[in-house]
């Protein structure tokens, strides 16, 4: 993993046909463009985290993102995609979302997911099975 850690990128566009990020591959840079594949189905832990992404549209396909995988970014819009069903801890938190969209097969929501953020108007999937402590915090 640590592939690109911490070497200054600010721009990243994941080619078609990667289908996993691994753990900390562009963890610590200066990301502000973040182009990711609709081929794309799973992103590591710390992946991207402590960047400057402010704008992120997920792959339809993504089925799967660890933890920490965009704490500390400037994210202000974020829209689920339908195949993620779990969203992990502390995946988005550290952020600026005032604008999230969870759809109806999100089932659950881990500690700290969404953590201090900027979340003004949140409406909670019918499906939802569990949320973790301090998630909306």
Known sequence: SFSFKDI????????????EIK???FEKNKI?????????????????AENNISKLILPNNIENIDEFAFIGNNLEKLAIPLNLN?????????NKIKDLTL???????????FYNNKIEDLTLPENLRSIGCEAFA
């Open 32 to 48: 502000e463009i973040l182009h990711l594949p609709e081929s794309l189905r799973s992103i590591g832990c710390s992946a991207f």
């Open 23 to 25: 753990d900390y591959a």
């Open 8 to 19: 200054g990128i600010e721009k990243v566009d994941i080619p078609i046909g990667i289908e």
């Open 86 to 94: 779990s969203i992990k801890a502390s995946v988005f938190s550290n």
């Open 103 to 113: 759809h109806d097969y999100v089932e659950n929501i881990d500690k700290y997911a």
